[in-house]
C-alpha cells in the first residue's frame, strides 16, 4: 500500500488573459478527488467554489494562484490575485451584483453569483482584500 503524506498539496497559476483556460485548476483537482475515493458531494462542493474563484481572479485580477491542501479532515482552497481588490465586500457578496464590464456579461460571465456560490458551496470563507493591492480568499470543506 502507498503511504500519502499528512496533506497533499496543489499550486495552480491562474492565466489573467484566457477564459477558455479559467477552470482548468478545479478540473485537474476534481479528477485527483475523484482518484483518492472522495464522495461525489465532498467534490462537487470543491469544483463549485475553486471554479468561480477562478473565473472571479479571469474578469476582476488578470489571473492568480490556486494553492489546494488536502488534509486529513479539510480540504483548503487558498485563491490570491493582485487585482484591484474588493471595495465593499458586504456589496460584492450579493446575489446579482456585479462589477464586470458588458464585453465580460457577453460572454455569459459576470451574473453576481461568484462569491455567493463561493460562499454557499463551502463551510468556511474569509476573505481578505485590501483596493489596489488584490485579495486573498480562503476557503474550507470539512471532511
Avoid at 478540473?27 to 462542493?45: E, F, N, S, T, W
Avoid at 481588490?85 to 453569483?113: H, W
Avoid at 462569491?115 to 470543506?141: A, C, F, R, S
Wanted: without cysteine; hydrophobic residues 40%; proline residues 3%.
Amino acid at each position: 500500500m502507498i503511504e500519502m503524506p499528512d496533506t497533499l498539496k496543489f499550486h495552480f497559476d491562474v492565466d489573467g488573459s484566457d477564459f477558455s483556460s479559467a477552470g482548468e485548476a478545479s478540473v485537474v483537482v476534481k479528477k485527483k478527488l475523484r482518484q483518492l475515493g472522495y464522495p461525489a458531494d465532498i467534490i462537487r462542493k470543491v469544483s463549485i467554489a475553486m471554479y468561480e474563484g477562478e473565473i472571479n481572479m479571469v474578469i476582476h485580477a488578470n489571473g492568480g494562484t490556486a494553492e489546494v491542501e488536502i488534509h486529513e479532515n479539510e480540504i483548503v482552497i487558498i485563491l490570491s490575485d493582485h487585482g484591484p481588490g474588493i471595495p465593499d465586500v458586504n456589496l460584492a457578496m450579493q446575489e446579482g451584483y456585479s462589477t464586470a464590464r458588458e464585453n465580460i456579461r457577453v460572454l455569459g460571465f459576470g451574473a453576481g453569483m461568484g462569491l455567493p456560490n463561493m460562499k454557499k458551496y463551502t463551510d468556511y470563507m474569509k476573505i481578505d482584500t485590501k483596493v489596489g493591492e488584490g485579495t486573498t480568499i480562503t476557503m474550507k470543506v470539512y471532511l
